[in-house]
């Protein structure tokens, strides 16, 4: 596969595009198969590189996967090669991206053992584990830690359900201990749980398994252990990352876009976050309408002070869509203050922003004041690299707006996380080619 997109800036975009299926929950429900030796049947998957390669990853460790249609799969894990997932090669290959860490939890729940290797994904920060262990522990798993080898070794005797308080809100931490206690033995209490969307579909489908769990969609989670859990369907979420990169690429571009099935009671403060940067869209239904704007212009506080937009577990604003806004943000009237609180490493792309002209002060590794240009100059093309995913995305949104021509390297960080992206943009108008 290319490496590069070249893009010629400028162009309005127009016409109607629909999303992808949600990434993040993909990667929690596709680990969620290990749980029953029957067939589950998974809908709306996306066709991107991170969940293929769990796929693929599953079809390792002995799952029956039949792929009925590009967006269709069924799963069947009757048959688990348990000592492959001690080999160099699931070692490699679950490096790879950062949604396997989530085998961990249903593994220990079938077959009481799990290996951990150092997850993959982006490198945007520390992304410690203590959550997911921690978790662990109190449901009686005892580990081993391979410094050498950055590798956790997991074992239980057997599940049993406790009380746990977590230390932080982990989205994937929450996942993994939901999808080990819903078979421990007993009852579980995870308090300061996630409670994103995906989560929630999580539990849905764990629900459909013949699974015990309360409080979905709080941060308390009460679990009733089950011996064991039957195969079910279920159907992806639309990913909102995706729907909210949409809008401010929209936005920044000066385009007429209609977001189809965008799942708009599932976006919670997404909308509302895009709106506070000046940006009209209108729900429509179940699509989010954006008319092409020549300009949009950042609220301030009631009492006049400069906008802050930061990130928070759900129901805040998620740390996924700050690199978007940032972007967006350059070409606003009016100024604002970014600051991503969750991860220490994610706002360092803005040096190649300010190589493209956009006005920008990084004032620490958590912390980016944007002065607005109200397009009173555009921003140039350049050649520049993906650090992340979302990062990149929001370059290629800069990009697609620019003068010019720009080249962006390092695009299998795009390619993690979204589908066929430069030929949607294409049939919006774009002019974007893989080189
Ligand atoms: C595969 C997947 O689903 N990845 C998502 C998942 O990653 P992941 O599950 O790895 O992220 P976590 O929720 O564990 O934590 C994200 C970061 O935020 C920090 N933290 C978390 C909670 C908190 O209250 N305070 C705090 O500072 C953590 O220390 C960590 O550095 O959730 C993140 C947070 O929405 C998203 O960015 C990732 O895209
Ligand atoms: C950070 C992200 O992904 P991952 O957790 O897979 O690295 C993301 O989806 O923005």
Redesign the pocket.
Known sequence: MSSAFEVRGGNRLKGEIVPQGAK?EA?QIISAVLLTAEKVTISNIPDIVDVNLLIELLGDMGVKINRTSRDTCEFQADQIDLPYIESADFKKKSGRL??SVMIAGPLLARFGKAYIPKPG?DKI????LD?HIIGFEKLGVQFVYDTDDNYFRLETSGLKGAYMLLD??????TANIVMAAVMAEGITTIYNA?CEPYLQQLCKMLISMGAKINGVGSNLLTIEGVSSLRGCSHTMLPDMIEIGSFIGLAAMTQSEITIKNAGVEHLGIIPEKFRQLGIRLEIRGNDIYIPSQDFYEIQTFLDGSILTISDH?WPGF???LLSIVLVVATQARGSVMIHQ???ESRLFFVDKLIDMGAQIVLCDPHRAVVIGMDRQHSLRGITMSSPDIRAGVSLLIAALSADGKSTIQNIEQIDRGYQYIDERLRKLGADIKRV
């Open positions: 993040n990667l950062r949604g994904g920060g520390r992304r410690r959550t932080e809100p982990s989205v994937t931490g996630a577990p998620t740390p996924d609180k969750m991860f």
